[in-house]
Structures are given as structure tokens and as C-alpha cells.
RNA sequence: GGGCGGUUAGCUCAGCUGGUAGAGUAUCGGUCUUACACACCGACUGUCAGGGGUUCGAGUCCCUUACCGCCCACCA
């Protein structure tokens, strides 16, 4: 028998353990079946899994264990990344407190301090994982930096290289002096900032008069080789290609023009630094310009012979002590704050300084078209909305730098001969130079960019280039499900290497889900503290709680706003699930499967009445789910579960269960198909609690939910008019009820009846069912179309039929006037709305004739109520006297 | 400067192809009714941001205004 309330912690604890151990999820190469597969989004090794690793894990779980009951062959291949600069991060901090640095243990120690880091460290994302219930396949483990991936990594380097997709060359990219590295376009963050603008006067050679630059960045100017203006810019005619003297540096520079220049902004009036900012490092080529470097890699002024006194010092300082010369010196003409973005390091924060350097790229802008190409034919993206922006991104997509210069990552597959120069890109290492013989050959320092491995991942993960089994069957995968943050960084890089190395898109689908923010819309994140932890989550609720809350709060498009109360009210949810099996336990055999009995033909209203909404429920999560509409799929299983099953179906049962016979056995037959069912629904959202209780349904020990199919359809089940019979009933008694309420009438006094009912049907009808009736705790009841209505009584019209309770003794008689008035007040307003639509012209003559006679029908009705309501409340008050 | 999303009950949010506004939570009243107080029964709350349009009919489609948020961009 299972305990009173449920409890998550041991029992999820014992279905983890099951589903490892007897390899539950490792697909079956040679069973039949459609293949279905997803890789997962690789979390940071250095990573703890936040809400927004469960809330995609969730969907991706749903998803799988969906598709299995469906009868897909289904892969879940898990693993993580080795993200590059945040492990090194997180490393050279730890070692930061030893007081070392890593170049204190040199390139080969301080890796295999990274490696030690991530065997102790990395599997810690991967119990959470686990925790979360998450189907994945076990034995297929994945990390982007294991052997077969390194292999995969170099023989995609070299064939792009040979291919002219890679190349290596010198170009101003984004440097963090931080992290010593370079990094991408979209690694930068823009951050708004409050900045000055400082108006800086250069004077022309000749003595001729001067032009006024404005700069955010006077560090700079030590390096500047010209000043650039709008060729259109009347205040500038006849002065472009004029020498000016550079203030502090006192060298010549020319004036030049470029159709670049805004003359909006500022003075109209540019100043040209080829190293330090990327558009005058275009500025520089297209006008030959000298090139000269004051900033180093640490971000320090350089180059003593251009920055002289200021060498050695960090930008800031530099900045500082230019601004105080040029005021002291008056060239200052003007300084103003003004509010620009900076970037800055999306890992460490740090600004970013545009550095003149040697890297490797990619060649992103030659292999963009395919990829843009690819949706909508070949990969669909829900919600379609982010089409666009994938669009937007492919056809603005400059090349990819890949190169960084970091020790923790995939090594760059190229070396150089110190004697002849030659360069070698090979995916074996090789031991001489093919030119020269050298056997003194050089490899590369840098590694390459995280994302570089990444964008591997769908058939790298499947043991590409060394096996095919995997690929053969389950590439391209089924769906990639992630949030629209790496839409750019991953999505559309995998799609080109998919599509480059397998002539095949990665995925058929992607399905891009919220961000999880916390209760005031932010995002989370560890610096504001407001993250919740799905561990935390886990232990206090069960994993199951807290999936479920995900699943229903998953709308597309929308971000979800997450607080812990809403986890708990869900608890009650996955409880309630718990007891109704209890009950349900308590009223079938112990130690077998009940008698079958056949469903299409069974007799009691309340059974074909379940049996039909639950072939409706079937369907509607089927469609949902089809249509990754998670939110829909969990809201009507939860309903149906708590509202009607439980509700209704429990209640109507109880007195089938009171005594042996026909009633009962087919009562306990369609108890118990329906509960299973049920479970069988929701089973990919909360998958520990059902389980547990399918284990312990007489007929089912021993068995694993997760291995079982989704439930038959029944179209002999689907009787649409016997359901609403019920529902008519239900709402006779749900009538009775609220006048006890409503009159505070206790739930233990028995209550007398008299039933008008409006028709035959109807009589036979509530005859035939009055049973049901007890619901409403009941001493008599009489059904009769002519009985006479006693005089102290309260009532109510239900579908036309008069439904008048007695009401004898200690009862307030003023109370049931104001309701009889409150009752009447919305039927009339109800026909005031209705009444106004039916008087529409146009509504009669251009509806479907259909929802014409609806809303007739519904109008009569309604003028019916009134009416016997009004009589009824005459006759009570002539009571009253 | 482009692009996207939001504005619905006190709070948090659902509302697919236009056809009587919904759930959870909170609040109020009543119940230990033999699965569940993590429960049961009942009640209350809405000019669906403002304005205009299309339509017989709009929370749902179009235009517009306001406020909030996000993404992208080489804003010296």
C-alpha cells in the first residue's frame, strides 16, 4: 500500500537508479521503429545546472519519452562542453589562491590541472541531470573535448583549411587583456555606459587654422595617422589632404576624406586610429595609412616611440593624464558626457580593446547562404518568429575568429618550420617539414574557440568520422530544443557544419523555448542572487514538481517569470495524482488485474461518460505536444486528472464499490483503465510519481512505465451525447449544492428535493440516474414533471428543469429572496447580450445558420429560466406572505 | 538606427485558425463527506493598455499612440 502523502526523495532516488541500471534509454539499433533523436545542449562543464537547464532538459525529456510511447526508436545523447575561457576562468582563479598563475606551472602542467579539475567538477552537472529524471542514454556520454571529438575537430580544421574556408591572417579583432585572448564578434556585450566626448583641436601644419576632433578614446590619438572628414561636408572643403600637427605627439598627419564619416555626429571631424578601433582599421587600408600600436595586450600603452612618457601606464591612466595635458595645453575645446555602449568580455567583463593581431577565422560569410537557405524547407523553427531573426543574423554574418590564445581548448592543428617558414595544417602531427626536412616544427599556440567544437556536436557526438552506425540512424536528429541566447552563437553554426561535412541540415526542427527570469522579469543570474536552484527545487518538491511547472509554463514565445510558490502549488498537483491512485488501489484486487469488460458497451452513464472525455484528452495532448504547445499538453491532463476524474468520477464511483456485482466489477474495470491511462499521459511530464504507482497497480508489478505504449484509441469509446447527459446531471447536483451554500445550510443536513423536469428524456433521464443524486447529500428526491411545488423552499433552472430544494425549519428566508434577485440579475443580463445579437440585422443574415440556431436555442432557454424563476420567486414570497 | 515581444481578475499567467472571457494563487464563507487539509463544497473580482478601422460579430485581424522589456548594429 503506498503511503498517505507522497514522498519524492526516496522514490526518485530508486527510478534514477532503476533507469541507469538497466539501461532503459539505450536505444535498441535492431528494434523496428522510426528513429527519433535529439543531442543535448552541452552545459559548461564549470557550469551548475540553473532553472533554465531544467526547463530545457524538461521539454527535451517530454519530448523523448513522448516519442517512445509513440513507438520511435528514440536517442537522447547527453553531455557536456568544455567551454574554454570559463574553465581556464574558473581554474586560474582556484589556482589564484594558491598565489599562482598559470604560467607558474607552464602550458602542460597547468592543462592537467584542468583536467583534474573537470574530473572532480564535471559530473556534478551530469547528477543534476539525473536528477531531473532526464531519459538521456547513458552509455553514449558525450565531451567536446574526448578523443573522437578531437579527432572530428581537427579533420573538420584541415578540410576547411585545404577548402579555403580557414585562413589565418593579421586583423584588428576583439581582445580581452583579461583573459588574454581574442574573442568573437558576438562574445562581446554591449554595455551601456556614461562616457565623455572630448573635443580635441589639431592644427593645421601650415599655421593655417586648425579642425576639432571629438573622441571618446584620447588614449588613443598617440596613435592616430590621420584625421578623416565627409568628402560633402561644406565646413571641410578645400582643406582635405592639408597636413595637421597630432597635439602631444607632435607628429604630421594627413586631413582625408571618406563617405564613412557621419557629419551628424560631434564636429563631423574624425580622428584615425588603424590599431586600436575597427573602422579606422578599415579607414587605414583603404587609404594606405601607417599603422601604429600604442596599446599592448595587457592594455597598457606600448611603443615608446609613439606613446613616450606615457608608456607603461594602463589606458585609464593614460587617458587621465592626456586629457590633463591637452587642458593644461589648451587644445581641450570642449568636454561633454555622452551615454555610448562599451563592449566588454561576456566572461569576465572587462572592456574590450580592438588589438591588431594574428588569428585564425572562418570563412562564415562563404557558408552563410546554405544555412539561410535551409529554413523553412529543410528545418522548421517554432515559434516562426525567430526565422527572421536567423535571417537577419546570416545576412549581416562577418567571418569567425577562432583562434584563442588560451591553453584549455582543442589545440589549432597547424605548425610552422622555424627554418623555411613553411606553414603545415595536418591532422596528424607531423614530424618534419615537407619543404625543408626541419624536424624542429613549431605547432601553433592557440586553441580553438569553444563554439569551434560545438557546432560539431550533433554528428561529432555520434562518433563522426571514425563510426556510422549512429549517424546511418538517428542524423540528422529529430528537433534541437534550446533557448534563443545561443541561437547565433550554436544554431546557425551547426547548421553550416552539418551541412558542409554530412550534405545534411543538423535537425529537422528547432524548438526555441523561454528564458526563465525570476519573479520581477529579470534575468537570472549568479551575480543578482536571484536565481532559483532546481536542486533546491528538487529536494524540497521532487523533481517531478518542478518539471511540471516548467511544462505548464512553457508557452511559446514567452519568457516565464519563476518563483518558488508556483513550484509548490504544483506539488499539490503531483500529490493529488498520488491519492487518486490510492483510492483507486483501495477499490480494485490486490493481487490481480480486475475482470475485463468491454469498454465500448458499458452501461453506467458516469463510465461511458469518463471513457469518452478521456478519448478527447488523448487526442488533445497528442496534438499539443506535436505542436510543442507544452503548456497545453500539461494544463489538459491536469484538469481532466483533477476537475473530472477526481472530482466527479471518484465520487460517482463510491457507491458502485459498496457492494458486490455488476455495477462495481465494471466500475473497477474503468477505474482502473482510466487511471492508467492517465498515468500513461502524463508520464513524460512526471515521471517518478507514475512509475511508483504503475509499479503498484494490480496487473503492472514489475513493470516499467517508461517502457510502455501510449495508450489505444477507442473511437467505440466516444459517445459525445451520453457525456452530456452527465454533464446535465452534474449540474442538477451543482445546482443543489450552491443553494446549500449560498443559504448556509450545513453539509450534514439532508436536504429534500423535488425535480421538475422539462421534459421526458429529461425525467427518465435523472429516473434512471438518481443515484448520482446522493452527491448532493439528499433525504429525498422526487422526480415529477406535475408535482407541487412546496411553498418554503429555494430553486433553480437547470437546462430548463426546475430543481426546488425544501427548505424546513431554522432557514433564512431573506437570504433566499437575495439570491432568487442575484440568480435572476444574470440571466438577464445574460439575455440583455444575447438579445442584442439576435436583434443584429446583419448577424441573422450573414452567420452560419448553425450559430444562428445556437444562440436561438440558447435565448429560449434563457427567457425559460427567467420565467420559471420568476414564478418560483413569486410563490416563495406570497409564502412570506 | 533596425527588428522582436509584452500590456487580460489583487498577484502570476493561459486564451490555436475571430462566435457566450479562463486557470493557479490570494481573498471571503462553509466542511475532518470512509484517497487527499498538499483536501472538499461554494462565492467574489475583469471599459481584455488608449484611440481608430475591417466584420453580422474582435482579447483574437489591420493601423495608430503610450508605457515596459529584449535582440541586433562599425553611435568617433
Excluded at 678 to 687: D, E, K, Q, S, Y
Amino acid at each position: 500500500m503506498l503511503s498517505k502523502a507522497y514522498e519524492p526523495q526516496e522514490v526518485e532516488k530508486r527510478w534514477r537508479r532503476h533507469w541507469e541500471e538497466e539501461k532503459t534509454f539505450t536505444p535498441d539499433m535492431s528494434a523496428p521503429g522510426e528513429p527519433y533523436s535529439i543531442v543535448i545542449p552541452p552545459p559548461n562543464v564549470t557550469g551548475i545546472l540553473h532553472i533554465g537547464h531544467a526547463l530545457n532538459q524538461t521539454l527535451q525529456d517530454i519530448l523523448c519519452r513522448h516519442a517512445r510511447q509513440k513507438g520511435k526508436k528514440v536517442l537522447w545523447i547527453p553531455g557536456t562542453d568544455h567551454a574554454g575561457i570559463a574553465t581556464q576562468n574558473v581554474v586560474e582563479r582556484a589556482l589564484a589562491k594558491e598565489g599562482k598563475r598559470r604560467a607558474d606551472l607552464g602550458r602542460e602542467a597547468f592543462i592537467e590541472r584542468v583536467w583534474e579539475w573537470k574530473k572532480k567538477y564535471g559530473g556534478q552537472i551530469l547528477g543534476q541531470i539525473k536528477a531531473l529524471g532526464a531519459s538521456v542514454d547513458w552509455t553514449r556520454e558525450a565531451f567536446t573535448m574526448d578523443d573522437n571529438l578531437a579527432r572530428a575537430v581537427r579533420k573538420v580544421f584541415v578540410q576547411l583549411y585545404e577548402e579555403g574556408l580557414i585562413y589565418k591572417g593579421k586583423y584588428i579583432v576583439n581582445w580581452c587583456p583579461r583573459c588574454h585572448t581574442a574573442l568573437a564578434d558576438d562574445e562581446v556585450d554591449h554595455v551601456d555606459s556614461q562616457g565623455m566626448l572630448w573635443h580635441i583641436r589639431y592644427d593645421f601644419a601650415d599655421g593655417s587654422g586648425s579642425v576639432t576632433i571629438a573622441t571618446t578614446r584620447p588614449e588613443t590619438m598617440l596613435g592616430d595617422t590621420a584625421v578623416c572628414v565627409h568628402p560633402d561636408d561644406e565646413r571641410y572643403a578645400g582643406l582635405v589632404g592639408k597636413k595637421l600637427i597630432l597635439p602631444i605627439a607632435e607628429r604630421e598627419i594627413p586631413l582625408i576624406a571618406d563617405r564613412y564619416v557621419d557629419m551628424e555626429f560631434g564636429t563631423g571631424c574624425l580622428k584615425v586610429t588603424p590599431c586600436h578601433d575597427p573602422n579606422d582599421w578599415k579607414l587605414g587600408h583603404a587609404h594606405g595609412l601607417e599603422f601604429i600600436q600604442v596599446i599592448d595586450d595587457n592594455g597598457n600603452m606600448c611603443n615608446e616611440e609613439a606613446s613616450g612618457r606615457f608608456t607603461g601606464m594602463s589606458r585609464e591612466e593614460c587617458r587621465k593624464s592626456i586629457v590633463e595635458e591637452l587642458r593644461a595645453n589648451g587644445h581641450l575645446v570642449k568636454e561633454e558626457p555622452l551615454s555610448h555602449s562599451v563592449g566588454c568580455c561576456y566572461r569576465c567583463k572587462t572592456v574590450i580593446e580592438p588589438y591588431v593581431s594574428t588569428q585564425w577565422f572562418v570563412a562564415a560569410s562563404k557558408m552563410a547562404p546554405a544555412a539561410r537557405a535551409a529554413v523553412p524547407d529543410k528545418i522548421r523553427i517554432y515559434p516562426d518568429s525567430w526565422t527572421k531573426t536567423y535571417y537577419n543574423w546570416l545576412d549581416n554574418i562577418r567571418d569567425w575568429c577562432i583562434s584563442r590564445q588560451l591553453w584549455w581548448g582543442h589545440r589549432i592543428p597547424a605548425w610552422t618550420c622555424p627554418d623555411c617558414g613553411e606553414l603545415i595544417v595536418s591532422e596528424s602531427d607531423p614530424d618534419r617539414c615537407p619543404k625543408c626536412g626541419c624536424t624542429r616544427l613549431e605547432q601553433d599556440p592557440d586553441v580553438l574557440d569553444t563554439w569551434f567544437s560545438s557546432a560539431l556536436w550533433p554528428f561529432s557526438t555520434m562518433g563522426w568520422p571514425d563510426k556510422q552506425e549512429d549517424l546511418r540512424t538517428f542524423y540528422p536528429t529529430s528537433v534541437l530544443v534550446t533557448a534563443f541566447d545561443i541561437l547565433f552563437f550554436w544554431v546557425a553554426r551547426m547548421v553550416m557544419m552539418g551541412q558542409h561535412f554530412m550534405g545534411e541540415v543538423p535537425f529537422r526542427e528547432v524548438y526555441i523555448h523561454a528564458l526563465v527570469r525570476d519573479a520581477q522579469g529579470r534575468k537570472m543570474s549568479k551575480s543578482l542572487g536571484n536565481g532559483i536552484d532546481p536542486q533546491d527545487m528538487i529536494e524540497k518538491y521532487g523533481a517531478d514538481s518542478l518539471r511540471f511547472t516548467l511544462a505548464a509554463f512553457a508557452a511559446m514565445g514567452r519568457d516565464i517569470r519563476m518563483s518558488e510558490e508556483r513550484i509548490e502549488g504544483y506539488r499539490h498537483f503531483i500529490n493529488k495524482v498520488w491519492n487518486a491512485s490510492r483510492f483507486a488501489l483501495m477499490n480494485l484486487p490486490e493481487d490481480r488485474a480486475p475482470e475485463v469488460v468491454d469498454l465500448g458497451t458499458v452501461k453506467g452513464l458516469h463510465n461511458k461518460w469518463i471513457l469518452s472525455r478521456l478519448e478527447e484528452v488523448k487526442e488533445e495532448e497528442d496534438q499539443a505536444l506535436e505542436g510543442y504547445r507544452f503548456n497545453d499538453a500539461a494544463q489538459c491532463v491536469y484538469k481532466f486528472l483533477w476537475n473530472e476524474f477526481c472530482d466527479w468520477y471518484l465520487e460517482l464511483i463510491k457507491a458502485d464499490m459498496r457492494e458486490e456485482g455488476e455495477a462495481k466489477k465494471e466500475a473497477q474495470f474503468v477505474l482502473y483503465t482510466v487511471l492508467k491511462e492517465i498515468l500513461l499521459l502524463l508520464h513524460p511530464m512526471i515521471p517518478f510519481v507514475t512509475a511508483e504507482v504503475w509499479d503498484s497497480l494490480p496487473g503492472c508489478e514489475g513493470t516499467d512505465i517508461a517502457t510502455q505504449p501510449y495508450p489505444e484509441i477507442r473511437p467505440q469509446c466516444r459517445k459525445e451525447k451520453d457525456a452530456d447527459e452527465m454533464s446535465f446531471v452534474q449540474e442538477v447536483i451543482s445546482a443543489i449544492r450552491t443553494i446549500r451554500a449560498e443559504l448556509d445550510i450545513k453539509p450534514s443536513y439532508r436536504l429534500s428535493v423535488v425535480l421538475r423536469p422539462a421534459s421526458e428524456e429529461q425525467a427518465a433521464l435523472l429516473e434512471a440516474n438518481r443515484g448520482f443524486l446522493e452527491l448532493a447529500r439528499l433525504e429525498k428526491v422526487s422526480i415529477d414533471a406535475g408535482a407541487h411545488a412546496p411553498k418554503a423552499s429555494a430553486s433553480n433552472v437547470v437546462r430548463g428543469c426546475e430543481v426546488i430544494v425544501l427548505l424546513t425549519g431554522a432557514v433564512d428566508f431573506q437570504a433566499e429572496v437575495a439570491r432568487l434577485t442575484k440568480e435572476i440579475g444574470k440571466v438577464e443580463k445574460d439575455l440583455a447580450t444575447l438579445g442584442a445579437k439576435l436583434a443584429n440585422p446583419g448577424f441573422a443574415s450573414r452567420a452560419p445558420a448553425e450559430l444562428v440556431e445556437s444562440e436561438k436555442t440558447r435565448h429560449a432557454d434563457l427567457e425559460d429560466k427567467k420565467a420559471k424563476m420568476l414564478a418560483l420567486q413569486k410563490r416563495f414570497m406570497e409564502a412570506m406572505g
